[in-house]
């Protein structure tokens, strides 16, 4: 069975732009979170999804938004960019309704580089 | 002000004893805790995972351990491994209303040495 698979792997942007990252779930898998990590700030959660709904979601502003799809593929976009975005993008599925209660399954995340 | 503390940055333990990793909460409301691996260049990995009805969850060589009282978890693995060397996060759900949120330790380097 095939793992989480992010894309793309790496990514540069610049100040002001937005950017949509995409995830593809482990089959049959129906829930889907989106991770930020950072040196400074660890591993911080931002949202996360189940058939196709927005069940929770971290402390992250407006910038930061999500969506997932019929098929279970997810898709984060981030807009109005800052220097502060840089980052490592983690996205996790689970065959549970929430990573918050069952094992997530990482892939390898999108690294995202803003200047 | 970080409610999940993984006051360890690093530990170094020889092959064959007990690791024991560590980690403190501020949240009284916090209703189930995961221990996660991550090694380099790879996403966190699931080991285990405890509800806060409950004070032990034991798989394998990896047990945790819940101090209600104390706001503390540990994780540990009994015997190490030289391949459990990895950086170890633990991380809390917690609620307000209908919306949830997991908050991640900043995460323990485990080293196992031969």
């Known amino acids: 069975k095939a793992g989480v698979t992010q894309t793309p792997r790496y990514l540069i942007k610049t100040r002001g732009q937005q950017v949509t990252l995409s995830c593809s779930p482990i089959s049959g898998h129906r829930s889907v979170s989106w991770y930020q990590q950072t040196p400074g700030q660890g591993l911080q959660f931002l949202f996360e999804?189940?058939?196709?709904?927005?069940?929770n979601k971290g402390n992250f502003p407006g910038r930061f938004s999500g969506r997932q799809f019929s098929n279970s593929r997810s898709e984060m976009n981030v807009s109005t960019l800052e220097l502060g975005d840089s980052a490592l993008y983690l996205c996790?599925?689970?065959?549970?309704?929430?990573?918050?209660?069952?094992?997530?399954?990482f892939g390898p995340g999108t690294r995202l580089t803003v200047l | 002000d970080q409610q999940v503390k993984q006051n360890s940055p690093s530990l170094s333990v020889q092959e064959g004893r007990i690791s024991i990793l560590n980690c403190d909460y501020t949240?009284?409301?916090?209703?189930?805790f995961l221990w996660y691996k991550k090694y380099p260049a790879e996403g966190p990995t699931f080991l285990i995972s405890?509800?806060?009805?409950?004070d032990k969850n034991e798989d394998g060589r990896f047990t945790v351990f819940l101090n209600k009282s104390a706001k503390h978890l540990s994780l540990h693995i009994v015997p190490s491994q030289p391949g459990d060397s990895a950086v170890y996060f633990c991380?809390?759900?917690?609620?307000?209303?209908?919306?949830?949120?997991?908050?991640f330790g900043k995460g323990t380097k485990l080293s196992v040495k031969p």
């Open positions: 405890i509800s806060s009805i409950k």
């Open positions: 949240n009284s409301m916090f209703d189930y």
């Open positions: 999804y189940f058939s196709e709904t927005q069940r």
């Open positions: 996790a599925s689970s065959l549970g309704p929430s990573g918050m209660y069952n094992e997530q399954f």
């Open positions: 991380a809390a759900s917690a609620w307000e209303g209908s919306q949830g949120n997991l908050i």
